[in-house]
T-cell receptor, first 110, second 113 residues
Framework: SQQGEEDPQALSIQEGENATMNCSYKTSINNLQWYRQNSGRGLVHLILIRSNEREKHSGRLRVTLDTSKKSSSLLITASRAADTASYFCATDSGNNRLAFGKGNQVVVIP | GAVVSQHPSWVICKSGTSVKIECRSLDFQATTMFWYRQFPKQSLMLMATSNEGSKATYEQGVEKDKFLINHASLTLSTLTVTSAHPEDSSFYIC?????????FGPGTRLTVL
């Protein structure tokens, strides 16, 4: 069964705006990871946040983790057309496998 | 970063035939490899986990006799879809894991006519 589950949103935003997407999960985790997938392509690892971390930044990406609510958010600031993709969260519960959420489709309009 | 390749990137086959997909870790040795399946506009579903030299562990609902996995070395795993049917058409993604990180291949698009 899927561990991480994003709100089933399809975001359509203007270039330059911020995009926020959420992920919720059900059991305890070691870490949570966010991936990007362009249409018909493989996954690109974006960022990993450990269970003892609350916030992490990487370039224009900001990830938060709330283990009490079992949720995470991914914020992309100053979006670009090239950010158009599907974004997945995946949880690592220490059982040597990642469980993926449903994904968020983001479309950035130039 | 580490690179995982898949071959072929796409394949079209007739119903009833078998298709083999290769997954290679190009510049590292993977302790574990994973095979995922992804239907259009859906998430990745783990099919099986394989460790070099041992039998693969299949997820519930995945037929091991239909999806044959061979993990011959620390850099190569193969997935064979036997007697493929149109409902097996999907995007198959492999992943290779080191002690600390997991890397994904570019995927193989399988279309069964």
């Amino acid at each position: 069964s899927q561990q991480g589950e994003e709100d089933p949103q399809a975001l359509s935003i203007q270039e330059g705006e911020n995009a926020t997407m959420n992920c919720s999960y059900k059991t305890s985790i070691n870490n949570l990871q966010w991936y990007r997938q362009n249409s018909g392509r493989g996954l690109v690892h974006l960022i990993l946040i450990r269970s003892n971390e609350r916030e992490k930044h990487s370039g224009r990406l900001r990830v938060t983790l709330d283990t009490s609510k079992k949720s995470s958010s991914l914020l992309i600031t100053a979006s670009r057309a090239a950010d158009t993709a599907s974004y997945f969260c995946a949880t690592d519960s220490g059982n040597n496998r990642l469980a993926f959420g449903k994904g968020n489709q983001v479309v950035v309009i130039p | 970063g580490a690179v995982v390749s898949q071959h072929p990137s796409w394949v079209i086959c007739k119903s009833g035939t078998s298709v083999k997909i290769e997954c290679r870790s190009l510049d590292f040795q993977a302790t574990t490899m994973f095979w995922y399946r992804q239907f259009p506009k859906q998430s990745l579903m783990l099919m099986a986990t394989s460790n070099e030299g041992s039998k693969a562990t299949y997820e519930q609902g995945v037929e091991k006799d239909k999806f044959l996995i061979n993990h011959a070395s620390l850099t190569l795993s193969t997935l064979t879809v036997t007697s493929a049917h149109p409902e097996d058409s999907s995007f198959y993604i492999c992943s290779a894991r080191t002690l600390h990180e997991q890397f994904f291949g570019p995927g193989t698009r399988l279309t069964v006519l």
